[in-house]
């Protein structure tokens, strides 16, 4: 019977909520008191056994979370960095198509992940979810691989693939999609999981982000110049060979790791209290909220999940938790589709709380995204020589992620330690005070860029020949890459573990794939930043603040432009961080520092 997944209020209750009067001691619905749910939010192991009593999780299963992204990141960064320029070189793609290619590959990597993330909070588990989808990125790079032809590797004496090859080659690539984009959110989600101390939930988040960065390096110097001397099949194999040895590191962490219990279909669940809203649009929500319907002990309607207090927020929501008479007489109160509890509404008011910070995210991802285009485009006009040696001005990105490889640490087991210290009450400063600081920061860094741009031009005006490169030192951008590497650390990380520890219990996959997926609309801002910025600087015959060459136009306009922009970022980001309430859960209490 559908009422015993969930308990019903009391009888005194039903009466006092105008329920169609008292509920019969001796009715079906009044029994239902008596014999809890079995629902809640505990932990299990890998078979589904409770994990109280039991050594599962901690570090020692969270670090093969991390070996296992580690090598994810060497594979998926091996095929990633140098794809437009196989499509280029070996299958006779031209420059635009092969970046639509790229474009669109990425485009469903990142939409794969809120399917991932789905079926992990739903149906399937966290853990059983990565381990599906790490073996499509496993199969999807062995067939990646076998679709390079073993003979003629280099470039002079390659044959461009069959139609059959050309097919396997592009289905293979979005089963790596497919397995890649999907895996990030849930491995993230599935390793915090291991820990029960916030201040361990942090750190890993920031070893998570600093070492994605470190397989990126990795697959960018060992993997890329195998690939960039034409040596494609053997590239591609030793991706194959990372992405392998990455499954069996998941696989051996399994015995020893926890879980939770998936907690149905939230999609449904959301959509059930706004439906419920809208049928009692004209019903006054009660002042006192324990008046609201919600089930009686400890426990959770929602498998997986722990009850959520009531908050004061969205109050217009609260209508879906508002007993009726026709929810006792009609449905036995077992309609989700017209009466929720207030665990299910808080769960979609926590989704309403996090968007704003989502947005913030965005456009801070628009502007982190210029070192990979405009902070290129400006180190290609200055003298990149370094004694003998030309440096690509695209190889000074390596400054940011390697700031980012080692701030990670650095933050976790130096800064936070003394914060904690001169703080003298053993805490960190909150999540939400980090993504502010990494905004400031950011700031900082794209001023630093303007400057330096400012300084660029003014030499090169004293030049003779604007023909010639600056010979201002590309070295002078080093500031910029290594102040944004803060800024990620700072911002990024404090985004994935506000998204966490702010997310209802079943749907934390939902949002650490949230905090990633501001990754992904944030490119797209950053393309039409540029083209908007550009289509009103070259009216009137101008030759706008973006040009062709940079030495006629004014690019430190631009970033003094996306300073402003982080700026209104850092204002809206201050006033929803005020008025944030923080998620609340039964038997649970805010520590100091959330208060604050």
């Known amino acids: 019977h559908p009422l015993k997944q969930t308990q019903i209020i009391s009888a005194e209750q039903a009466s006092m909520k105008g329920g169609g009067g008292g509920i019969p001691e001796d009715s079906f619905l009044h029994s239902q008191l008596l014999s809890p749910p079995s629902f809640g939010c505990e932990a299990v192991d890998w078979l589904g056994r409770p994990s109280k009593g039991r050594r599962l999780g901690g570090w020692r299963a969270g670090i093969y979370v991390l070996g296992a992204q580690t090598l994810s990141f060497v594979a998926y960064g091996g095929i990633s960095l140098n794809l437009v320029l196989y499509l280029t070189r070996m299958l006779d793609k031209n420059n635009a198509s092969a970046a639509n290619d790229v474009t669109d590959w990425i485009g469903t990597m990142y939409a794969t992940s809120l399917l991932g993330a789905f079926l992990a909070d739903a149906y399937l588990g966290r853990l059983w979810t990565c381990v599906l989808y790490q073996v499509l990125f496993t ?77 990126m390096v990795i697959s960018s110097t060992v993997i890329a110049y195998f690939e960039n001397n034409g040596s494609w099949a053997l590239g591609f194999w030793m991706c194959t060979v990372a992405a ?40 006054a929500a009660p002042s006192n909220s324990n008046e609201l319907y919600e089930i009686p002990h400890d426990i959770s309607a929602i498998r997986g999940s722990r009850k959520i207090l009531h908050s004061e927020n969205f109050r217009w929501l609260d209508k879906a938790a508002v007993i009726t008479g026709n929810d006792v007489l009609q449905t036995n109160l077992s309609d989700r589709w017209r009466l929720c509890t207030v665990t299910q509404v ?59 490889t080692l701030a990670s640490p650095i933050y976790s087991w130096i800064v936070a330690p003394c914060i904690r210290w001169y703080r003298r009450d053993g805490k960190d400063i909150t999540s939400l005070q980090r993504m ?29 020949s604007q023909e010639i490169p600056v010979s201002m030192s590309i070295f002078w951008l080093v500031p910029q ?60 015959g101008n030759v706008g603040w973006i040009p062709e060459d940079l030495n006629q136009g004014h690019l430190d306009y631009f970033y003094w432009l996306l300073v402003g922009v982080l700026g209104c970022t850092l204002f809206a980001f201050l006033i929803c961080a005020h008025w944030y309430t923080y998620i609340q859960v039964e038997n649970w209490q805010l520590d100091d520092s959330e208060e604050q």
């Open 244 to 283: 392998v040895i990455s499954f069996l590191i998941l696989l051996a962490g399994v015995p020893i790791s926890q879980q939770y219990r998936p907690g149905g279909n939230f999609l449904s669940r959301i959509a059930q209290v706004v439906v419920a809203a809208f049928l009692k649009c004209r019903v």
């Open 481 to 540: 890459y290594v102040l944004q590497g803060f800024a990620q650390v700072l911002f990024v990380c404090g985004h994935m573990d506000f998204n966490y520890s702010q997310s209802p219990d079943a749907m934390r996959s939902f949002g650490s794939c949230l905090a990633l997926s501001s990754l992904a609309v944030g490119s797209f801002l950053s393309t039409l930043l540029v083209s908007i910025v550009t289509d009103l600087t070259i009216q009137g």
């Open 436 to 464: 502010g600081v990494g905004l400031v920061v950011s700031m900082v860094a794209m001023s630093v860029a303007a400057l330096v741009e400012m300084k660029r031009l003014r030499q090169e005006a004293k030049q003779e």
């Open 139 to 215: 199969v999807g790079f062995a067939l990646l691989s076998l679709s390079v032809s073993p003979t003629n590797t280099d470039a002079s004496s390659y044959q461009k693939p069959s139609s059959g090859r050309a097919l396997l080659f592009f289905s293979a690539l979005y089963i790596v999609a497919l397995g890649h984009g999907s895996f990030q959110p849930i491995s993230l989600t599935y390793g915090a999981d291991q820990f029960d101390v916030p201040g361990d939930k942090t750190t890993f988040f920031n070893l998570y982000l600093g070492l994605t960065n470190f397989g």
């Open 346 to 404: 808080e769960e979609v008011k926590c989704v309403c709380r996090l968007l704003p910070f989502w947005v913030c995210a965005v456009f801070f991802n628009a502007i982190l995204l210029q070192m990979s285009t405009l902070f290129t485009e400006q180190g290609d006009m200055m003298d990149n020589h370094f004694g003998t040696f030309r440096i690509p001005p695209a190889s000074m990105n390596l400054f940011n992620v390697l700031t980012v």
